[in-house]
């Protein structure tokens, strides 16, 4: 059956540091992967989209990798901040079916960046 | 910025009551979801929406479960007769066009005593 994995333990890292949160994906050809910021008691809020035939995007302070030979996403937050303390989560949708793609979550990794 | 909205921030129902949550998606996305997250564990498909039916619903969606886009801007969730397992937090999603990242609402936290 499809496996997202994400780190289970919680990421503490230093203000100013880069953090870098690991996704990792079994018996699933995903067309593309996402990744979302979650607070606690709110919904997933969008924060980059990655496509199969991508290696890398990037955002702001933002930057995924992508290899779908390793089925490994990379999601880095550079120069991290008090305020980037969340649960960041990958989801990843398969092929183009028309209409909707849902969207397969992993269980997301908790990043607490300290002063 | 646009916002998907949610109706009622909480609500809390007897086992075997029928509820409703209610949706606002953005108004010119086409692509609609509901998504449940039980209390610590991950965010779980329930059911997408796209040209007045349902595309696609995961295994927990059973025959107890229902939407409707009545009128052109809700969109709306019902549950006949809740369980005590239906007790999750419940976001409603919807985006414009394929490949695009999703616009979640803030959710409905269903408690079912």
């Known amino acids: 059956s499809q496996k997202i994995e994400q780190n289970s333990e919680a990421l503490n890292i230093q203000e100013g540091k880069t953090a870098t949160l690991t996704c990792n994906y079994t018996?699933?050809?995903?067309?593309?992967l996402q990744w979302y910021r979650q607070d606690p008691g709110r919904g997933p809020v969008f924060l980059l989209l990655i496509r199969e035939n991508e290696k890398e995007k990037r955002k702001e302070r933002l930057k995924v990798t992508f290899d779908t030979t390793l089925k490994q996403s990379l999601f880095h937050i550079t120069a991290s901040q008090p305020a980037d303390s969340a649960t960041y989560l990958c989801a990843l949708a398969g092929g183009l079916t028309g209409g909707g793609n849902k969207l397969t979550f992993g269980t997301g990794t908790q990043l607490k960046v300290e002063l | 910025e646009p916002e998907v909205t949610q109706t009622p921030s909480h609500q809390v129902t007897q086992m075997g009551q029928e509820v409703i949550l209610r949706c606002v998606p953005i108004?010119?996305?086409?692509?609609f979801y509901w998504y449940r997250q039980i209390l610590g564990q991950k965010v779980e498909f329930l059911v997408s929406?796209?040209?007045?039916?349902?595309?696609?619903k995961s295994e927990i969606f059973d025959d107890q479960f229902s939407v409707e886009r009545p009128d052109g801007s809700n969109f709306t969730l019902k549950i006949r007769s809740t369980k005590l397992e239906d007790s999750a937090m419940y976001f409603c999603?919807?985006?414009?066009?394929?490949?695009?990242?999703?616009?979640f609402g803030s959710g409905t936290r269903l408690t079912v005593v």
């Open positions: 018996n699933y050809s995903p067309a593309y």
């Open positions: 108004s010119n996305h086409l692509y």
């Open positions: 929406f796209y040209n007045n039916e349902i595309s696609e």
């Open positions: 999603a919807s985006k414009t066009v394929l490949n695009y990242g999703y616009t």
